[in-house]
Protein backbone atom coordinates (compact mmCIF):
# COMPACT_ATOMS: atom_id res chain seq x y z
CA UNK A 1 0.00 0.00 0.00
CA UNK A 2 0.63 3.20 -0.07
CA UNK A 3 3.14 4.41 2.58
CA UNK A 4 3.88 7.93 1.26
CA UNK A 5 0.25 9.12 2.66
CA UNK A 6 0.72 12.04 4.73
CA UNK A 7 -1.18 11.05 7.86
CA UNK A 8 -0.86 14.20 9.32
CA UNK A 9 -3.21 16.34 6.49
CA UNK A 10 -5.72 13.09 6.46
CA UNK A 11 -6.36 13.75 10.06
CA UNK A 12 -5.97 17.55 10.24
CA UNK A 13 -8.58 16.62 7.01
CA UNK A 14 -10.64 14.62 9.14
CA UNK A 15 -10.53 17.37 12.25
CA UNK A 16 -8.84 14.75 14.32
CA UNK A 17 -5.85 15.69 17.06
CA UNK A 18 -2.72 14.29 15.66
CA UNK A 19 -1.50 12.85 18.55
CA UNK A 20 1.65 10.26 18.69
CA UNK A 21 -0.60 6.74 18.97
CA UNK A 22 -3.18 8.04 16.32
CA UNK A 23 -0.59 9.17 14.03
CA UNK A 24 1.35 5.58 14.59
CA UNK A 25 -1.77 3.36 13.93
CA UNK A 26 -2.64 5.25 10.52
CA UNK A 27 1.09 4.89 9.46
CA UNK A 28 0.61 0.78 10.06
CA UNK A 29 -2.62 1.06 8.37
CA UNK A 30 -1.31 2.88 5.77
CA UNK A 31 1.58 0.57 4.78
CA UNK A 32 -0.16 -2.72 5.27
CA UNK A 33 -1.31 -4.84 2.23
CA UNK A 34 -4.66 -6.72 4.53
CA UNK A 35 -6.84 -5.93 7.01
CA UNK A 36 -5.32 -5.92 10.29
CA UNK A 37 -6.83 -6.54 14.14
CA UNK A 38 -6.34 -4.69 17.00
CA UNK A 39 -3.97 -7.10 18.32
CA UNK A 40 -2.19 -7.10 14.69
CA UNK A 41 -1.97 -3.44 14.76
CA UNK A 42 0.18 -3.60 18.05
CA UNK A 43 2.03 -6.16 16.84
CA UNK A 44 3.37 -4.37 13.96
CA UNK A 45 4.11 -1.16 16.12
CA UNK A 46 6.49 -3.00 17.89
CA UNK A 47 7.83 -1.63 21.50
CA UNK A 48 5.69 1.28 22.40
CA UNK A 49 4.56 3.11 25.57
CA UNK A 50 0.88 2.65 24.96
CA UNK A 51 -1.43 0.41 25.68
CA UNK A 52 -3.43 -1.99 24.48
CA UNK A 53 -6.50 -0.03 25.42
CA UNK A 54 -4.70 3.47 23.32
CA UNK A 55 -3.98 1.49 20.16
CA UNK A 56 -8.01 -0.10 20.40
CA UNK A 57 -9.10 3.64 20.51
CA UNK A 58 -6.99 5.16 18.04
CA UNK A 59 -8.58 2.45 16.15
CA UNK A 60 -12.57 3.22 16.82
CA UNK A 61 -11.67 6.99 16.63
CA UNK A 62 -10.23 6.80 13.23
CA UNK A 63 -12.79 4.01 12.27
CA UNK A 64 -15.69 6.24 13.58
CA UNK A 65 -14.19 9.73 11.53
CA UNK A 66 -14.33 7.38 8.36
CA UNK A 67 -10.19 7.41 7.85
CA UNK A 68 -10.13 3.30 8.81
CA UNK A 69 -12.95 0.72 7.96
CA UNK A 70 -13.99 -2.71 9.55
CA UNK A 71 -13.67 -4.57 6.61
CA UNK A 72 -13.74 -7.64 8.12
CA UNK A 73 -15.21 -9.25 11.32
CA UNK A 74 -14.00 -12.99 10.26
CA UNK A 75 -14.24 -15.02 13.66
CA UNK A 76 -15.74 -12.37 15.50
CA UNK A 77 -12.66 -9.95 15.53
CA UNK A 78 -12.69 -6.48 13.71
CA UNK A 79 -10.01 -5.83 11.12
CA UNK A 80 -9.20 -2.45 10.27
CA UNK A 81 -7.83 -0.70 7.03
CA UNK A 82 -7.19 2.40 5.39
CA UNK A 83 -10.43 3.91 4.16
CA UNK A 84 -10.79 5.84 0.82
CA UNK A 85 -7.18 6.87 -1.01
CA UNK A 86 -5.75 4.10 -3.46
CA UNK A 87 -6.21 1.71 -1.22
CA UNK A 88 -9.85 1.59 -0.41
CA UNK A 89 -10.56 -2.16 1.50
CA UNK A 90 -14.07 -2.01 -0.03
CA UNK A 91 -13.88 -5.47 -1.61
CA UNK A 92 -14.38 -9.33 -0.98
CA UNK A 93 -11.52 -10.82 1.25
CA UNK A 94 -11.42 -14.24 1.43
CA UNK A 95 -11.14 -15.80 5.28
CA UNK A 96 -9.02 -19.56 5.36
CA UNK A 97 -10.79 -21.50 7.54
CA UNK A 98 -7.58 -23.47 8.48
CA UNK A 99 -4.96 -20.90 9.01
CA UNK A 100 -6.90 -18.51 9.83
CA UNK A 101 -5.48 -16.00 6.82
CA UNK A 102 -7.70 -13.41 5.62
CA UNK A 103 -6.97 -12.48 2.04
CA UNK A 104 -7.83 -9.43 -0.25
CA UNK A 105 -9.09 -11.30 -3.32
CA UNK A 106 -7.68 -10.37 -6.52
CA UNK A 107 -9.40 -7.52 -8.53
CA UNK A 108 -9.17 -9.93 -11.67
CA UNK A 109 -11.66 -12.59 -9.65
CA UNK A 110 -13.76 -9.99 -8.58
CA UNK A 111 -13.94 -7.88 -11.63
CA UNK A 112 -17.27 -9.84 -12.56
CA UNK A 113 -18.93 -9.14 -9.76
CA UNK A 114 -19.87 -5.36 -10.43
CA UNK A 115 -23.34 -4.93 -10.93
CA UNK A 116 -26.03 -1.71 -11.66
CA UNK A 117 -29.52 -1.11 -10.37
CA UNK A 118 -31.02 -0.77 -7.32
CA UNK A 119 -28.49 -3.59 -6.21
CA UNK A 120 -25.28 -1.76 -6.95
CA UNK A 121 -25.32 0.85 -4.13
CA UNK A 122 -26.04 -1.97 -1.38
CA UNK A 123 -23.22 -4.44 -2.86
CA UNK A 124 -20.78 -2.01 -3.25
CA UNK A 125 -21.23 -0.85 0.20
CA UNK A 126 -21.75 -4.66 1.80
CA UNK A 127 -18.63 -6.15 3.87
CA UNK A 128 -18.11 -9.77 1.45
CA UNK A 129 -16.45 -12.44 3.36
CA UNK A 130 -15.71 -16.30 1.23
CA UNK A 131 -14.42 -19.06 3.33
CA UNK A 132 -13.02 -21.58 2.69
CA UNK A 133 -9.34 -23.18 2.20
CA UNK A 134 -6.62 -20.91 0.95
CA UNK A 135 -4.31 -22.39 -1.75
CA UNK A 136 -1.27 -22.77 0.78
CA UNK A 137 -3.40 -25.01 3.31
CA UNK A 138 -4.78 -26.84 0.05
CA UNK A 139 -1.54 -27.53 -1.18
CA UNK A 140 -0.10 -28.76 2.37
CA UNK A 141 -3.53 -30.00 3.71
CA UNK A 142 -3.83 -34.28 3.24
CA UNK A 143 -5.46 -35.55 1.06
Given amino acids: M ?40 I ?6 DWDPATIYRNLVKLSEAGVA ?18 NDHRHPHFICEICAQITCLPSKLTTSMTMSGPWSAVLQGAMVQLRGTCPDCLVSSPS
Avoid at 43 to 48: I, P, W
Avoid at 69 to 86: H, K, T
Fill in 43 to 48: EKLGET
Fill in 2 to 41: NTQIDVRKILRESQLRATAPRLAVLRVLAAATVPLSNNEV
Fill in 69 to 86: AVVSRAGGIDRYALAGFD
